[in-house]
Each structure stands twice: as structure tokens, then as C-alpha cells.
């Protein structure tokens, strides 16, 4: 049974929409990351992954 979680990261650097998407397609592609989103604004990235990946 997989038990997923959700982590809010700071993400420093970030200028534009180009490094939101760069960020969420690199991230995306972890083994076991559920889901990527990431906020410019905020500067942040909000990933749920699966805990037994």
C-alpha cells in the first residue's frame, strides 16, 4: 500500500513562466512524484509524491 505526501519547497531563482515549466517537466519525471506545481509568485513548488518510491 503507497501513502502519498505533499512537501512545499522554496524555489530561489526563478525570473519566468520558462523555469516554472522547466521546474514542473525535470520534477515530473522522479519516479514516484504524483504531482508538480509550481508558483512564481510564490516561489515556491508543491510536489506529492508516493512514500515507497
Known amino acids: ?7 512545499v519547497f ?6 519566468c513562466q520558462s523555469c516554472v515549466k522547466n521546474i514542473e517537466r525535470n520534477v515530473g519525471k522522479i519516479d514516484g512524484v504524483k504531482t508538480i506545481k509550481v508558483s512564481l509568485d ?3 513548488a508543491r510536489v506529492e509524491f ?4
Open 1 to 7: 500500500m503507497s501513502s502519498n505526501t505533499e512537501k
Open 42 to 44: 510564490e516561489k515556491e
Open 10 to 15: 522554496s524555489v530561489n531563482g526563478m525570473t
Open 50 to 53: 508516493d512514500n515507497s518510491k
